[in-house]
């Protein structure tokens, strides 16, 4: 396995003290705060020191991966911008359907079950009693479905929640929301999300910290989602966390982030006294790469050890020593796979992506078109699967400036930012070669 890279390192040479490998310790009001990190690689003996595995933050094909961002991008350039135009107004001419990528968006491959088992089985080869907690994002419908089997009665109904905050937009993991009021939950935040009214996001988030058994955890916080000006990101998160870091429980480690983030959240978590926990942020098809151990025997237990406890054991497999260029390939190639074992429907990939028709309501792209979608809109596909971190930016992350090696071989993207915002991260000059290869394109 290749060593682990300068973001492990780091942590170490700053925090290791005698045998306890922490990321760091501090007292609050709330007691002591206590974060650790092991690596299977170099601790697997210990890892069976605990009584089970906690596997966060992870998508079914009930999250809605939107495709907006798309066109933005191609309107950053006179070519792009040029080409884009034209093919819309092909598309409407040929087959009567206005492209509108704001209102597209595709879906992951796995369904509830598979993406329960996806990390179940990772757990419990490490011999460990599995939690799992699916995030699909502002939706519990693959939860809710799981706890109609009694197998899975014990599943935690699960969010990831996009708030509005001023310029800037977060994502929060809200985990175990209580089943006899999910739904009211869910409604009440869908509600404060489209009002964008910062007082009744506080007030949810206050309300939520009164539910005793709940998580609320800080997904990927560093994470400027819109690319909006680094300054005006930074105001906007420090805003939020001054009115609501009190109802917060932890900050989240992300799987699908770059070093350099990860060190920044470490370096946040330390500044506001938080405590630092996994998440996977899986889409594809491989399990997530951070988890957490607790000797707790359920959810709600583990809650408990977060919220009072003030300790967080982040356990890190070695898939993600692997560089992440090539892990977000890897997941863009789950995402565009044929899964002829999938029900009808769900087997190609322009049966998981939707867009809106003739008559306004989305629907699979596959059937908008005799024939299948145009081809390009196909490249288009790629090109956002591929360039977006929605949910986490494949191209943006191929940076050579970055602290990992993100190059895959013979890859000719130049000049990425890495900043990751939908897409925001990808050179123009990269898209370009990318749709138009050997000169430009003819319409379809």
């Not at 939020?240 to 870091?245: C, Q, R, S």
């Not at 237990?301 to 982040?314: L, N, Y």
């Amino acid at each position: 396995m290749p060593e682990v890279t300068s973001l492990f390192k780091w942590i170490v040479s700053r925090t290791r003290q005698g045998k306890t490998p922490t990321i760091g310790s501090k007292w609050d009001s709330g007691g002591r705060v206590q974060n650790q990190l092991l690596l299977l690689s170099k601790d697997r003996d210990r890892v069976l020191c605990w009584r089970s595995g906690v596997s966060l933050h992870s998508h079914t094909r009930h999250s809605r991966e939107g495709l907006g961002f798309i066109a933005k991008l191609m309107e950053r350039r006179g070519r792009t911008h040029r080409w884009f135009e034209n093919q819309k107004a092909t598309c409407l001419r040929r087959t009567g359907i206005a492209l509108d990528l704001e209102h597209a968006y595709w879906t992951p491959p796995l369904c509830e079950r598979q993406a329960h088992e996806v990390e179940r089985r990772q757990i419990a080869e490490l011999g460990l009693r599995p939690m799992v907690s699916l995030t699909d994002h502002d939706r519990i419908d693959a939860n809710v479905l799981l706890r109609e089997d009694p197998a899975f009665e014990d599943t935690p109904i699960s969010t990831e929640w996009t708030i509005p905050f001023g310029d800037a937009v977060f994502h929060f993991g809200v985990h175990n929301l209580p089943a006899a009021t999910a739904q009211e939950w869910m409604q009440a935040m869908r509600e404060a999300t489209a009002s964008a009214d910062e007082t009744r996001i506080l007030g949810l988030f206050a309300e939520l910290n009164g539910v005793r058994e709940a998580l609320v955890i800080f997904n990927h916080p560093l994470w400027n989602f819109f690319d909006i000006p680094a300054e005006r990101f930074t105001y906007e998160l420090t805003r939020f966390l001054k009115a609501g870091n009190e109802y917060v429980h932890a900050f989240e480690l992300n799987g699908m982030r770059n070093h350099e983030e990860n060190r920044g959240v470490i370096r946040l978590a330390e500044e506001w006294n938080q405590l630092l926990i996994s998440g996977g942020d899986r889409h594809g098809c491989e399990p997530n790469t951070w988890l957490n151990l607790t000797n707790a025997a359920d959810f709600a237990e583990f809650a408990e050890e977060i919220r009072t406890g003030r300790q967080s054991t982040v356990l890190v497999m070695p898939q993600y020593a692997v560089p992440l260029g090539w892990r977000l390939y890897q997941t863009f190639t789950h995402v565009i796979a044929e899964y002829p074992e999938h029900p009808e429907g769900r087997q190609k990939w322009d049966e998981r992506t939707f867009h809106p028709g003739r008559d306004g309501l989305v629907a699979p792209m596959k059937g908008l078109w005799l024939g299948g979608p145009p081809g390009f809109l196909k490249k288009i596909f790629a090109a956002a699967m591929m360039g977006s971190r929605a949910p986490f930016g494949l191209l943006g992350r191929w940076n050579a400036g970055a602290n990992e090696s993100l190059r895959l071989p013979g890859q000719r993207w130049a000049g990425a930012s890495g900043r990751g915002g939908f897409g925001d991260g990808i050179a123009d000059a990269g898209l370009e070669d990318y749709l138009y290869g050997s000169g430009e394109p003819a319409a379809d």
